[in-house]
Every structure is written in C-alpha cells, then in structure tokens.
C-alpha cells in the first residue's frame, strides 16, 4: 500500500512539472507574440533565399543554416527588450527590413552572378544607371519580391497585437530580465551551431571566397556579417600584413626564371607585327558553328576559325567585375581580386601589362570603346595598365540613329574606329590596339535592330491523311537566348564589316588579331535546355523518356559558358583547333612568346608548354582541367574523360587553386609590383603608430 502511494506522488510531481512547464512554454509565446512573429519572419526568409538559390536535396534538408539564421537573428533581436512600448516595435521593424533587404539583394544578385553580394561592391553601384534596363530586365524577377510579404506581415502583426491591447508593456526589471534570458538562448544556439562545425568549414568561412559553400551551411545572415569583416580586412592587412603577403608572393614565385626559359614552334613568330585585340563583350561559345536553318550565327567568326588559331576550350575567368575582370586577366594573367574590383578598388597599383611590355619593345600602345570612359574607372585603369591613349565614347560621334543597347552601335563604333587607326599606322611603326566592343551587352532587347535573323526551327511533319509539310516551329523566338543569338549575328556582322574596312586601308597585312569573349552572357539555364531539347512538333521541350533527350545539368552549364578565342594573320601564318584546356590568365604567357616578350609573375601558362597539364581556376574556388570540372562550393565534380581519378588529384589541385587566389589577391592589395612597395608599406605603418 506503502509503494503504491509513493508511486502515486511521484506521477503527480511528474504530472504537475509537466504541466508547470507547459504553461511557462505557452507563458512565454503569449508574452512574446511579437518577438516571435519576428524571428520567424526573418528566418523564413533567409531559407527561402537558399531554396531559391541553391535547389539541391542536400540544401532542402541542411539545418546548419536554420540554426546559425536563428542564433543570429535572435540576439541581434534579444537588444530589443532593452527598449520601452512601441520602440521595441521600431526596433525590430529596423532589423526585419535590414535582413529582408539582404534577402532581397542577395536574390536578385544571384541571378545574375550565380554567387552572394558583397558589401564591398558598394563602390560599384556608380554604375548601375548606365546599365538599368539590363538590371531590370535580366536581373530582378518575381521571386526577389517574395522576401517583402513576410515583412508585411510582421506589420500586420504587430498593429494587430496593439489593436487588441495584446502588446506587452514591461517594467525596466522584467525588459532587462527578458533581454538577458533571451540573448543567452541565443548565445546557446549559436555554441551548439559551432560544436557542429568542421575544421574545413571554418576554413572556408574565414577565407571568404567559396561564397555559395558558406550560404549553405552558415545560413547568409552569418554570411552577410563574415562579408563586412573580409571587406574591411584588406584596409587593415594593407597597413600592417605587408610582410607575411610578401613572403608568400616570394616564396611562391621562387623558382620561376627572369627570362623565358624554353622555346617551341610559336616563339617569336609574331615579333614585330601589330597587334589588334579586339575584346567581343558576352561573345560565348555556344553560337559558335551554330546554324537556325542553315543560316551560320558567327558566319565571319567561322571563316577566321577556319584561317587562324582557334581555342575552342577557353574559359574566362571573371568575378562580379565581369568585363574590368576580363580586361585585368587578360592584360596581366592575375586573378581578379577577393574583394570589390581591381580597375575601382586598386587602379592606383604597378602592373606588369601587356601593353607596358610591348611598349619596352618600342610600340605604341592604345584602347577604344565608345563608353563613358569613368564607366568601371577604365580612364584611370587604362592608364595603369600602360596604355598611351584610351579613345572614349568623348572620342566618338554619337547620336541618336546609331545607338543600339547601351550605346554607339558596333557596326558605327568599328567604321569610326578604323579612321583612327589609320591616323595611329602613319604615325607608329608598331602599336598594340585593345578594342573593346559594346552592342552584344545584356539584356539584348533591341531586337528590331539587330537585323533579319529567324532563330526558329524548320522541320517536317506527316499529316494524318499520310502528307508531308514543312512547318516552322517558333524554337527560341521570344526568348532571351533566342535574342541573343541574334544580337551575336549583329556582331559577327559589325566584325565583319570591320575586318574588310581595316584590309581595304591595308592595315592586316603585317597585322596579328586576336579575338576573345569576354564572358558569358549570363543567360538562363532553363533555356539551354530548351534550346538541347526542343520539341518542334509539340513547340514544346521533349520529354525526359525521349531517347534523344539531353540531360543537361548545372555543371553542362558551367561547361557551355566557355568563351571563344581565336588568333589570325591574312598571311594564314598560324592554323588549327587548340583543344586545350586554357583561362583567360593563360593569353598573356601564350601570346607573350609569340610577339617576343615574358612575365615572370604570370599566373598563368603558354599553352603550347603545359598543353594538357593545364588547370583553370576560378575566382570563386572552382576549377576545371581537361580531365574534370571541380565544384568547390558543393565538393562535387564531373568527369570529362573517362578516367579514374583518385582523391590526392582533387586535394593537390584544391591547395593550386587557393594558394594562386591568395597570391594574386595580395600581389595586388599590397601593390607587391612596385618596387617602392616595402618602403611605402614601411611608411603606412610608422605614420599609423604616430
């Protein structure tokens, strides 16, 4: 009788500490409606930002980033309680729109950069407005609006909650009570957020760079704050990490040689010629030897293919600088830097260029593009990059009949342009030309422009009384892919005309071109997989049981945002299809041996020396080799040959790519090209200290 009394008092105890700890739960939700409402705003937020982003299972079912979102917004919230009656509303409104407008932000800049904003490319919205229609039209979609309904519903809440006399008022004691209970939950969070991390995780986290690696298992709150800590970082480190980046950059290029070591068959064969780059913006590789009905896209780009070197594994290297990326790459075979961009964050640095080693060797060296000359800081960049003279849009006649998209069109720009060069030709024996074109720019909407280019599909159908009838299905009418065809038909057209102006005046005849797309054209995946499996009798993309379906995944896309490059002479002096893997950082080197000139601090390597030993880094950490493309952020790859490859190829070339991205970054940040960079280093640091 004795036990089952005990046992009796001990249910009851159990029953009662139940039921207290079920009223202090349902306690603390009545008493923290608000605050509640907030957090959960917030962190919907943040996830659908991933899911958005990144819509891979592992994502979807990743709690890592719940957790840090939760820990992060509920101490930035907890200061809240500090502040009496409708200032604690205000305060948490404040925070509520900062994190929409992160989510906000960050959505539409993935679009456009499949990567996260960064705080310091503040710099850069300068340039927004002469680029607003491309912004609007490509960059900002329905999605980006989603992040403002949980916001409006926060405000809701709360006018509701004040409505019906259910927002609490709290005495100083119990506010700082509640603060104190709440950032402890918070910093709790957060430990266990932190004991769950791995030593590679961390890794990543401090070095900023593999941005979608972080998003997905630190959640973009978390990220957001590490970003504003790497943006001012090079600020710091400028003044006072000198030393340690200089060793490493030394160490680094330690074994290289002062001259060019070794010779091949392309060693000096074009010494002394005249060099016309011409640098075709978002020129992409796909519409390269394509054809809508037979009609070419690229029909003069083809026919320089045919008659010159053509590269057709090259890929650009670009961050958010996108064409200043391209152009710093190109010129100098560095990386573009972690942070904000080299032409706007550090034009005032010493570059070892093509165009300043071609000035060595008594050539007179310019660039063209009929832009505002501020816009990306190329007056500027120009100037450090060794340039005699950069002819602007300043330079150029424009008016309202011969623009097209962002500016003076490329059929104008280049019938203009030849007019100067014969003017430079009579003066200059030798010059180097860097033209830059412009027409072929997102979003390509100016289609009434671009002149008569179908990119429909023709194909023929049996009727049901057994006849046969061609029809035209619409294909890639209507889409941007599609206008971006036809946009690249206007420029191979301009190029063209170019091209017979240039040789009418004899300008090619002891003339080396070179032609390079500067990046991608940041178009949709879902439309190359339109464009792959197109249906033309259902107008429609074929179903995936069709057995001529193409499966085509991210890292298909990766692959087609490959660039063409092409090297020509008249005198048809250099042939064939180079099916090498090569960057943007490999030009200098390959085409430095070919004109007589070296750079023992290139990043990257004459082609026809490392052929296919090759590795082309990214800037976000991914890189590609002729064996396999390596996402870092995902830790996943895919095999472009069908080999084995074992975990030490991987490893090895993980530790290349992120030693040559931090070599770069810092030769740069640290201006170590100067050779007054130490003494000015020394100079910062002891005016600090006074």
Same mark, same amino acid.
């Given at each position: 009788?004795?036990?089952?009394?005990?046992?009796?008092?001990?249910?009851?105890?159990?029953?009662? #500490?139940?039921?207290?700890?079920?009223?202090?739960?349902?306690?603390?939700?009545?008493?923290?409606?608000?605050?509640?409402?907030?957090?959960?705003?917030?962190?919907?937020?943040?996830?659908?930002?991933?899911?958005?982003?990144?819509?891979?299972?592992?994502?979807?079912?990743?709690?890592?980033?719940?957790?840090?979102?939760?820990?992060?917004?509920?101490?930035?919230?907890?200061?809240?309680?500090?502040?009496?009656?409708?200032?604690?509303?205000?305060?948490?409104?404040?925070?509520?729109?900062?994190?929409?407008?992160?989510?906000?932000?960050?959505?539409?800049?993935?679009?456009?950069?499949?990567?996260?904003?960064?705080?310091?490319?503040?710099?850069? *919205?300068?340039?927004?407005?002469?680029?607003?229609?491309?912004?609007?039209?490509?960059?900002?979609?329905?999605?980006?609006?989603?992040?403002?309904?949980?916001?409006?519903?926060?405000?809701?809440?709360?006018?509701?909650?004040?409505?019906?006399?259910?927002?609490?008022?709290?005495?100083?004691?119990?506010?700082?009570? #509640?603060?104190?209970?709440?950032?402890?939950?918070?910093?709790?969070?957060?430990?266990?957020?932190?004991?769950?991390?791995?030593?590679?995780?961390?890794?990543?986290?401090?070095?900023?760079?593999?941005?979608?690696?972080?998003?997905?298992?630190?959640?973009?709150?978390?990220?957001?704050?590490?970003?504003?800590?790497?943006?001012?970082?090079?600020?710091?480190?400028?003044?006072?990490?000198?030393?340690?980046?200089?060793?490493?950059?030394?160490?680094?290029?330690?074994?290289?040689?002062?001259?060019?070591?070794?010779?091949?068959?392309?060693?000096?064969?074009?010494?002394?010629?005249?060099?016309?780059?011409?640098?075709?913006?978002?020129?992409?590789?796909?519409?390269?030897?394509?054809?809508?009905?037979?009609?070419?896209?690229?029909?003069?780009?083809?026919?320089?293919? @045919?008659?010159?070197?053509?590269?057709?594994?090259?890929?650009?290297?670009?961050?958010?600088?996108?064409?200043?990326?391209?152009?710093?790459?190109?010129?100098?075979?560095?990386?573009? *830097?972690?942070?904000?961009?080299?032409?706007?964050?550090?034009?005032?640095?010493?570059?070892?260029?093509?165009?300043?080693?071609?000035?060595?060797?008594?050539?007179?060296?310019?660039?063209?593009?009929?832009?505002?000359?501020?816009?990306?800081?190329?007056?500027?960049?120009?100037?450090?990059?060794?340039?005699?003279?950069?002819?602007?849009?300043? *330079?150029?006649?424009?008016?309202?009949?011969?623009?097209?998209?962002?500016?003076?069109?490329?059929?104008?720009?280049?019938?203009?342009?030849?007019?100067?060069?014969?003017?430079?030709?009579?003066?200059?024996?030798?010059?180097? &030309?860097?033209?830059?074109?412009?027409?072929?720019?997102?979003?390509?909407?100016?289609?009434?422009?671009?002149?008569?280019?179908?990119?429909?599909? #023709?194909?023929?159908?049996?009727?049901?009384?057994?006849?046969?009838?061609?029809?035209?299905?619409?294909?890639?009418?209507?889409?941007?892919?599609?206008?971006?065809?036809?946009?690249?038909?206007?420029?191979?057209?301009?190029?063209?005309?170019?091209?017979?102006?240039?040789?009418?005046?004899?300008?090619?005849?002891?003339?080396?071109?070179?032609?390079? &797309?500067?990046?991608?054209?940041?178009?949709?995946?879902?439309?190359?997989?339109?464009?792959?499996?197109?249906?033309?009798?259902?107008?429609?993309? $074929?179903?995936?049981?069709?057995?001529?379906?193409?499966?085509?995944?991210?890292?298909?896309?990766?692959?087609?945002?490959?660039?063409?490059?092409?090297?020509?002479?008249?005198?048809?002096?250099?042939?064939?299809?180079?099916?090498?893997?090569?960057?943007?950082?490999?030009?200098?080197?390959?085409?430095?041996?070919?004109?007589?000139?070296?750079?023992?601090?290139?990043?990257?390597?004459?082609?026809?020396?490392?052929?296919?030993?090759?590795?082309?880094?990214?800037?976000?950490?991914?890189?590609?080799?002729?064996?396999?493309?390596?996402?870092?952020? $995902?830790?996943?790859?895919?095999?472009?040959?069908?080999?084995?490859?074992?975990?030490?190829?991987?490893?090895?070339?993980?530790?290349?790519?992120?030693?040559?991205?931090?070599?770069?970054?810092?030769?740069?940040?640290?201006?170590?090209?100067?050779?007054?960079?130490?003494?000015?280093?020394?100079? @910062?640091?002891?005016?600090?200290?006074?």
């Amino acid at each position: 009788m004795k036990k089952k009394i005990i046992k009796f008092k001990y249910k009851l105890i159990k029953k009662l #500490k139940r039921i207290k700890e079920e009223k202090l739960i349902s306690n603390y939700f009545k008493d923290n409606k608000l605050f509640i409402v907030y957090v959960l705003v917030c962190v919907i937020n943040s996830t659908l930002l991933r899911f958005f982003t990144m819509p891979t299972m592992e994502n979807y079912l990743s709690f890592k980033p719940i957790i840090a979102d939760i820990a992060v917004v509920t101490i930035i919230g907890s200061f809240s309680y500090l502040f009496k009656g409708k200032k604690r509303y205000v305060y948490l409104l404040v925070w509520a729109i900062i994190f929409t407008a992160i989510c906000t932000i960050n959505s539409a800049y993935y679009t456009f950069y499949t990567s996260f904003a960064s705080v310091s490319m503040l710099s850069l *919205t300068q340039y927004i407005g002469e680029v607003g229609d491309a912004v609007v039209e490509n960059v900002l979609q329905i999605k980006d609006l989603v992040y403002i309904l949980p916001l409006i519903f926060f405000i809701y809440y709360y006018h509701r909650l004040a409505k019906n006399d259910q927002y609490k008022i709290y005495t100083k004691d119990k506010r700082f009570k #509640k603060f104190k209970n709440t950032i402890l939950t918070g910093a709790v969070i957060l430990v266990i957020f932190i004991v769950t991390l791995s030593s590679l995780e961390i890794s990543r986290f401090v070095k900023q760079w593999n941005r979608e690696y972080i998003v997905m298992r630190f959640g973009i709150y978390m990220y957001q704050g590490n970003d504003i800590v790497a943006s001012i970082q090079p600020k710091i480190t400028a003044m006072f990490g000198y030393d340690d980046a200089k060793k490493e950059f030394t160490e680094y290029y330690a074994d290289r040689t002062d001259e060019q070591n070794y010779t091949n068959k392309y060693t000096d064969i074009f010494e002394g010629r005249n060099v016309i780059v011409i640098h075709a913006e978002s020129m992409q590789g796909i519409a390269i030897n394509r054809t809508f009905n037979g009609e070419e896209v690229t029909p003069n780009l083809n026919k320089m293919i @045919k008659e010159g070197l053509y590269f057709d594994n090259f890929y650009s290297q670009v961050s958010v600088g996108t064409s200043s990326d391209t152009e710093l790459t190109y010129n100098t075979s560095l990386m573009p *830097t972690q942070s904000g961009t080299a032409f706007v964050s550090y034009f005032d640095r010493t570059y070892i260029s093509t165009p300043s080693l071609l000035k060595d060797k008594g050539y007179y060296t310019f660039s063209m593009h009929a832009n505002n000359a501020d816009f990306w800081n190329r007056r500027a960049m120009h100037e450090s990059l060794g340039y005699d003279k950069f002819y602007s849009k300043e *330079t150029y006649d424009v008016d309202d009949e011969n623009v097209i998209g962002l500016g003076l069109s490329d059929k104008e720009f280049f019938a203009q342009s030849v007019e100067k060069i014969k003017k430079i030709s009579e003066k200059h024996d030798k010059y180097y &030309g860097y033209i830059i074109t412009l027409t072929n720019h997102t979003p390509f909407s100016d289609t009434d422009k671009y002149g008569e280019f179908p990119v429909t599909m #023709k194909t023929t159908i049996t009727n049901e009384d057994g006849t046969q009838e061609e029809v035209e299905a619409p294909y890639l009418e209507g889409t941007k892919l599609g206008n971006y065809f036809k946009s690249v038909h206007y420029a191979d057209e301009a190029l063209g005309e170019f091209f017979n102006e240039m040789d009418e005046a004899g300008l090619l005849d002891n003339t080396v071109v070179i032609i390079f &797309g500067d990046h991608d054209a940041r178009l949709p995946r879902s439309e190359f997989n339109l464009m792959y499996n197109y249906d033309p009798v259902t107008d429609d993309i $074929k179903d995936e049981d069709d057995p001529t379906y193409v499966d085509y995944d991210s890292f298909d896309y990766e692959l087609d945002r490959k660039v063409p490059l092409i090297i020509w002479t008249k005198d048809g002096k250099v042939k064939g299809q180079i099916d090498y893997t090569m960057g943007m950082y490999d030009v200098m080197p390959t085409i430095g041996n070919m004109l007589g000139f070296y750079n023992k601090y290139a990043l990257g390597h004459d082609i026809f020396e490392i052929k296919d030993d090759n590795i082309v880094v990214f800037p976000n950490g991914n890189w590609v080799t002729n064996l396999m493309y390596y996402n870092s952020q $995902k830790g996943e790859y895919k095999l472009l040959k069908d080999e084995i490859i074992d975990e030490d190829y991987i490893t090895k070339n993980n530790e290349y790519a992120e030693k040559l991205l931090n070599v770069s970054n810092k030769a740069i940040v640290f201006d170590l090209f100067n050779p007054n960079s130490e003494e000015e280093a020394n100079n @910062k640091t002891v005016s600090k200290e006074n």
